[in-house]
């Protein structure tokens, strides 16, 4: 039994090719009903036992997340997944076979076997196939899907390296799998295809315009300001989902984004994370001094890689506020719009 306050064990392991004695510990943690960390291309998981109710349930406590919000089941591959739904129809395997293993949750109607701690009580499950090669090795080694949110406490930055895992969940996991920073960064993108038009309920890794050339019908309906319906379909899309601990202030692109400096108060810890070479220009004659500034790429896939660790820094700061210059309204800056949109969400 680990007493309370102990750190988690940290497992380095090979990303392309995961050491066998490594999947093996921690194949052991999981069969012995305990939580285990581990890195998938889109941000580190936190998984438990999928089919097991007790292990499941672990997870929402590890988490502090409230139970009735359902969680992905992650599979090896189309064969494991088919035996979770009631039917795994035509949508869910042209998806399944252009984009699986890879950052895309197929949220289908459940079979009978996967528990409620899972769906929430929901009728429907989210199931990933994810391309990861340590994540692919774990759940064959242990024959069953792995169920997994990513690894922070609730309401906060998703972990995109296992320093980060520690850092938000430290006592609370058994054995973290470390096998460096996260291909993508930013989490899967969520497609629902229960209801009577298939459904993008949360934007991510897998790009709309992807998933169009093979569902040309499907819907992305950017979160309204209060969507309780949205909500209610996929708890994941509450507004402060994705928030680090800093308040935020999302500010106008470009040179325009120094005007946000100038509303600040004289006292205080402030930083920003900027892109564009004209707001970090910008930012060098006005307002106070910054006391962290962060230029991500201004390329979006290469920016979503390095958004959530940015987060997690500026909340390492200690920061009374944090200033985020907006993204182009592109297609493929999508996801990060939705996450952006989420981290400047004030608390009600
Ligand atoms: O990339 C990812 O998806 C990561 C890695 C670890 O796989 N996982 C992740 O899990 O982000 P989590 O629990 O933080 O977010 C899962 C999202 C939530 O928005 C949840 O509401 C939605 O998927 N979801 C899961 N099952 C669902 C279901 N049956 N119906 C609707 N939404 C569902
Ligand atoms: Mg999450």
């Known amino acids: 039994m680990r007493a ?20 093996e510990q921690a ?11 581990f890195p998938t291309e889109t941000v580190y998981g ?64 459940r079979a009978a076997c996967v528990p409620d701690a899972v769906t929430g009580g929901l009728d429907s499950v989210g199931l990933r196939a994810p391309k990861h090669p340590v994540a692919l090795a774990l759940i064959r080694a242990l024959g069953e899907p792995l169920a997994a949110p990513s ?27 470390d096998a460096g920073a996260c291909a993508h960064g930013i989490e899967s993108t969520v497609v629902d295809l229960v209801g009577p038009e ?35 379909r996929s708890p994941g899309l509450a507004l402060r989902h994705y928030a680090p601990r ?21 006292e205080g810890r402030f930083g920003a994370i900027v892109w564009s070479a004209e707001a970090h220009a910008g930012l060098q004659h006005a307002g106070p001094t910054l006391s962290f500034l962060t230029v991500l790429p201004s390329d979006a896939v290469a920016y ?21 210059e907006s993204v182009p309204d592109a297609p493929a800056w999508w996801a990060v719009r939705d996450r952006l949109r989420r981290a400047a969400h004030a608390e009600d």
């Open 198 to 232: 298939p459904r993008v309920l949360r934007a991510g890794a897998t790009s709309l315009e992807a998933l169009r050339s093979v569902l040309p019908d499907l819907v992305y309906e950017p979160l309204a300001e209060s969507d309780a319906t949205a909500v209610r």
């Open 304 to 324: 979503a890689h390095d958004l959530f660790a940015a987060l997690h820094n500026a909340d390492a700061a200690g920061l009374d506020a944090l200033i985020i």
């Open 46 to 109: 936190l998984g438990a036992r999928g089919l097991h109710s007790a292990d499941v349930e672990r997870i929402f406590v590890a988490k502090g997340r409230p139970t009735g919000h359902p969680l992905i089941l992650h599979v090896d591959g189309e064969a494991m997944a088919s035996d979770l739904c009631a039917f795994w129809n035509e949508r869910a395997s042209l998806l399944a076979r252009k984009f699986w293993p890879g950052p895309l949750t197929l949220v289908v109607p």
């Open 151 to 177: 690894a922070n406490a609730h309401m906060h930055v998703s972990p995109t390296t296992a320093a980060h895992v520690v850092r938000s969940l430290g006592t609370n996991v058994a054995l973290v799998l």
């Open 246 to 266: 800093t308040r935020v202030v999302l500010a106008a692109r470009g040179p325009n984004l120094a005007e946000a400096l100038r509303d600040l108060p004289t």
């Open 27 to 37: 194949r052991l943690v999981l069969a012995g009903g305990g939580l285990v960390a």
């Open 4 to 23: 309370a306050g102990d750190a988690p064990k940290v497992v380095s392991v090979d990303a392309l090719r995961p050491d066998p004695e490594a999947i």
